[in-house]
């Protein structure tokens, strides 16, 4: 279990600063540029620092009712970070500013045509916490334990790609990339690993 106390904080912000991220370019120049926020909370009953997953509103145009991380795309002139903050305020209503980013994880590039900029946030309590039903279904603290859980991941085949699908276990559910490849990631450099997501697949209902 990790605390959601400063001692954890300042924890995970050393081991983001020592994660190598990929050269952006290396990977998709051409992209639509877009950012979600892994935004970390002390919102678990048993004290454990969490994650919030949002399940999508259904009456968005894109990727409706799909599991997610807060986040979209960049506007014009704006940077990640600033992509990552807005929308975790908009979707959320949380506002922690940029002293909470402890760093940002590698892009994962999307079949519909997005570089997705995971950043690590440090959101506070969630006890302010307002989602917008315009964009948010629901919200789910997930705890760090739990996606570093030994069977928290695992990979399948599809005859549309030779590449692996990865698929994060969420009690019953199965959250697909690029939210499980990210938090993946994230759960890889928490114990320290240098490991890429880029080529870990999609669904096929994500690649539009």
């Not at 975790?88 to 506002?95: A, R, S, V």
């Not at 334990?145 to 590449?163: G, K, L, M, N, V």
């Not at 990210?182 to 240098?194: C, H, S, T, W």
């Amino acid at each position: 279990m990790r605390p959601f106390n400063d001692a954890t904080r300042r924890n995970i912000a050393d081991l983001c600063a020592a994660f190598p991220r990929a050269t952006p370019s290396e990977i998709a120049p051409d992209l639509k540029r877009a950012a979600v926020a892994i935004a970390l909370t002390g919102a678990e009953g048993a004290g454990d620092t969490a994650l919030l997953l949002t399940r999508r509103a259904a009456g968005l145009r894109a990727h409706r009712a799909q599991w997610a991380l807060p986040g979209g795309r960049c506007d014009a002139g704006e940077t990640q970070v600033q992509a990552a903050l807005r929308e975790l305020h908009e979707e959320l209503g949380l506002d922690p500013g940029p002293d909470a980013v402890l760093g940002l994880l590698d892009d994962y590039p999307t079949r519909s045509g997005y570089l997705i900029t995971p950043v690590v946030i440090w959101a506070g309590t969630g006890e302010a916490m307002a989602p917008n039903p315009a964009e948010v279904a629901s919200v789910h603290p997930v705890g760090l334990a739990t996606i570093e859980h030994a069977d928290a991941f695992d990979f399948a085949t599809i005859p549309e790609s030779t590449r692996r699908v990865i698929r994060f276990h969420f009690g019953d559910r199965l959250i697909h990339a690029p939210t499980a490849a990210m938090i993946y990631q994230f759960r890889e450099v928490l114990g320290g690993r240098q490991t890429r997501v880029a080529d870990l697949e999609q669904p096929v209902f994500a690649w539009k």
